[in-house]
């Protein structure tokens, strides 16, 4: 992205309000302001095939979500449909949480039950 583009895209940027309700924040904008210098110019009004092709290499060589939200918004600054955009640049869902995260902890931690079994298993096994 050229220079010119990056001062609208900036621009749109300070003035794009969250569905928070609240603005983005500077340290957001400028990363997304960096990852959008990789982003290739398009034209209003062009296709979904189109769109895709040209930002396929852009979504695979930038493999990160700022990346990503840097591409939508940059759709969104030229007035695609937030439908549109989706089809382009689709956000997979990340379910990182404290409760999977203890979930999974759960199943690889012996409960008290099962580690006096496997103690117990262990034992007999070397005295036999």
């Known amino acids: 992205m050229k220079d010119e583009e ?7 940027l ?10 983005l924040g500077e ?16 034209d209003k009004n062009q296709t979904i095939d189109q ?8 979504i695979k060589t930038k493999n990160h979500p700022i990346a990503l939200y840097s591409l939508w918004l940059y759709l969104k600054s030229k007035g695609y ?13 990340r379910n ?18 099962e580690f006096t079994i496997a103690k117990q298993d262990l034992e007999h096994s070397q005295g036999s």
């Open 27 to 42: 340290r957001t904008i400028k990363g997304l302001l960096t990852l959008a210098k990789f982003i290739e110019v398009i």
């Open 51 to 58: 769109l895709k092709s040209k930002y396929t290499e852009y």
């Open 96 to 113: 990182i949480s404290a409760l999977t995260d203890e979930e999974k902890l759960a199943q690889s931690v012996l409960s008290k039950k």
């Open 14 to 23: 300070k003035t794009f309000i969250k569905k928070s309700g609240k603005p």
């Open 6 to 12: 990056l001062d609208k895209f900036n621009d749109f």
């Open 81 to 93: 449909s937030d439908k549109l955009i989706k089809e382009v640049a689709a956000f997979k869902k």
